[in-house]
T-cell receptor, first 112, second 112 residues
Framework: DTAVSQTPKYLVTQMGNDKSIKCEQN?????MYWYKQDSKKFLKIMFS???????INETVPNRFSPKSPDKAHLNLHINSLELGDSAVYFC???????????FGAGTRLSVL | QKEVEQDPGPLSVPEGAIVSLNCTYS??????FMWYRQYSRKGPELLMY????GNKEDGRFTAQVDKSSKYISLFIRDSQPSDSATYLC????????????FGKGTRLSVIA
C-alpha cells in the first residue's frame, strides 16, 4: 500500500492549458504539503494544509490553486500553464506536531 | 546567502568507503534536522532525524549536528552501490506544521 500517492506520474501538456495533480495519503496525517523541485533539484515548499485549512502559501503565482476536499487529499490545479512551470511536483504529509514528512513519488510536469 | 547550503557534488566513492555529506545553514532558529535520500525518479525518503545538537546512529548511518557552527553531517560507513542516490539535508525551526527548508542535495555514486 502506497502511503502518499500522486496522480498522474507524468504530465505533458501545451502552454496555456489548465491541469490538475491529485494527492492522497493513507497515513492518517493531518498536514499535507506541495513542493516543487526544479531542474537543479532544488526542493521548495509551495503550500501547506492542516485539516483542510491552508496554513502556508509561499510566493506562488495565483495560477496555482490548491484544494483539500478532506484531510487525506490535497489537489493542485494549475491554470494557464507556462514553460517555467515544468518541474517535478511532490506531495508530502506529516502527523500533527512533527516535522517528519513522507513524500509521494512525484509528478513530472512538462510544458511544451 | 541561502538559508541552507549543500555541495551538490557529484561525489564518487569506491564500495566500502566512508562517506561524509555536509550542510551549513544560516538560520539559528533551526532546531530539527533531517536527512532524506532520493533515488532517481523517486520521492525523497526520510533517512535520519535529529533534534538540536548531538549525534544519532542508525546502522551504517550517523547524523551529527553542531548548532554552534551551524553545521550538520551525515556519515555512511561501508558504503554500498545501493547507497547511490541524492542526499538532501532538511531543517525546520519548530516542530509540526512548518515547511522544511531543504539543501540542494548531494549526488552520491558508490562504485562497485
Amino acid at each position: 500500500d502506497t502511503a502518499v500517492s500522486q496522480t498522474p506520474k507524468y504530465l505533458v501538456t501545451q502552454m496555456g492549458n489548465d491541469k490538475s495533480i491529485k494527492c492522497e495519503q493513507n497515513l492518517g496525517h493531518d498536514t499535507m504539503y506541495w513542493y516543487k523541485q526544479d531542474s537543479k533539484k532544488f526542493l521548495k515548499i509551495m503550500f501547506s494544509y492542516n485539516n483542510k485549512e491552508l496554513i502556508i502559501n509561499e510566493t506562488v503565482p495565483n495560477r496555482f490553486s490548491p484544494k483539500s476536499p478532506d484531510k487525506a487529499h490535497l489537489n493542485l490545479h494549475i491554470n494557464s500553464l507556462e514553460l517555467g512551470d515544468s518541474a517535478v511536483y511532490f506531495c508530502a504529509s506529516s502527523r500533527q506536531g512533527t516535522d517528519i514528512q513522507y513524500f509521494g513519488a512525484g509528478t513530472r510536469l512538462s510544458v511544451l | 546567502q541561502k538559508e541552507v547550503e549543500q555541495d551538490p557534488g557529484p561525489l564518487s566513492v569506491p564500495e566500502g568507503a566512508i562517506v561524509s555529506l555536509n550542510c551549513t545553514y544560516s538560520n539559528s532558529a533551526f532546531q530539527y534536522f533531517m536527512w532524506y535520500r532520493q533515488y532517481s525518479r523517486k520521492g525523497p525518503e526520510l533517512l535520519m532525524y535529529t533534534y538540536s545538537s548531538g549525534n544519532k546512529e542508525d546502522g551504517r548511518f550517523t547524523a551529527q549536528v553542531d548548532k554552534s557552527s551551524k553545521y550538520i553531517s551525515l556519515f555512511i560507513r561501508d558504503s554500498q552501490p545501493s547507497d547511490s542516490a541524492t542526499y538532501l539535508c532538511a531543517m525546520a525551526p519548530s516542530s509540526g506544521n512548518t515547511p522544511l527548508v531543504f539543501g540542494k542535495g548531494t549526488r552520491l555514486s558508490v562504485i562497485a
